[in-house]
């Protein structure tokens, strides 16, 4: 059973860089054709779609937040990545990385989700 | 960016009940729909996907029906730990967008 688990830091200060790791373990990130993605839900809001990673290559972001994404893997720790750069208050939220495959690109698998709160 | 829009934004409900949960597209995304449920402090689960294909281990109480522009979940008899919020989401093109949810609770 794939499992997804995010880790990072809980608090950034603004303007600095949120980096987030997600551990894939029980499948390789490499098998298959899938992508890997992240998503965020501020507290008692909805969910937001911020970006994936293509297994065979390749990164589609969010235009909302395309300039200040990046999304990368790392195929020896079977881990992928996000940072975000120049973070605000409005970029508090948990987040969540996922698996995104299958017909109609659905997301299958999710971590547990890592609250990352935005302040001085 | 397709805006995805569901309808209610919250209901009230009994066990036992059925329950009808609407979502609407901006723009035709063919059958490229999702549906997850989603519980206080946890991911989201999926419960169908492509519109109206129920993934192993969902149980047959929920489905999807719907194409183009207008979907349907349907919940056929609630159960307690049907009781969640509940998101489609559109996967016709990037950016990927979500509805705002539908919250089930208690009557």
């Known amino acids: 059973q794939l499992q997804l688990q995010e880790s990072g830091p809980g608090l950034v200060k603004p303007s600095q860089t949120l980096s987030l790791t997600c551990t894939v373990s029980g499948g390789s990130i490499l098998s298959g054709s899938f992508y890997w993605s992240w998503i965020r839900q501020p507290a008692g809001k909805g969910l937001e779609w911020i970006g994936r990673?293509?297994?065979?290559?390749?990164?589609h972001y969010n235009p909302s937040l395309n300039s200040r994404v990046t999304i990368s893997l790392d195929t020896s720790r079977n881990q992928f990545s996000l940072r975000l750069s120049s973070v605000t208050a409005a970029d508090t939220a948990v987040y969540f990385c996922?698996?995104?495959?299958?017909?109609?690109?659905?997301?299958?698998?999710w971590g547990q989700g890592n609250l990352v709160t935005v302040s001085s | 960016d397709i805006q995805v829009t569901q309808s209610p934004s919250s209901l009230s409900a009994s066990v036992g009940d059925r329950v009808t949960i609407t979502c609407r597209a901006s723009q035709d995304i063919s059958q490229y729909l999702n549906w997850y449920q989603q519980k206080p402090g946890k991911a989201p689960k999926v419960l169908i996907y492509g519109a109206s294909n129920l993934p192993s281990g969902v149980p047959s109480r929920f489905s999807g029906s719907g194409s183009g522009t207008d979907f349907t979940l349907t919940i056929s008899s609630l159960q307690p730990e049907d009781f969640a919020t509940y998101y489609c989401q559109q996967s016709s093109s990037i950016p990927v967008t979500f509805g705002p949810g539908t919250t089930v609770d208690i009557k």
């Open positions: 996922a698996r995104e495959g299958g017909y109609s690109n659905y997301f299958e698998y």
């Open positions: 990673f293509y297994n065979s290559g390749g990164a």
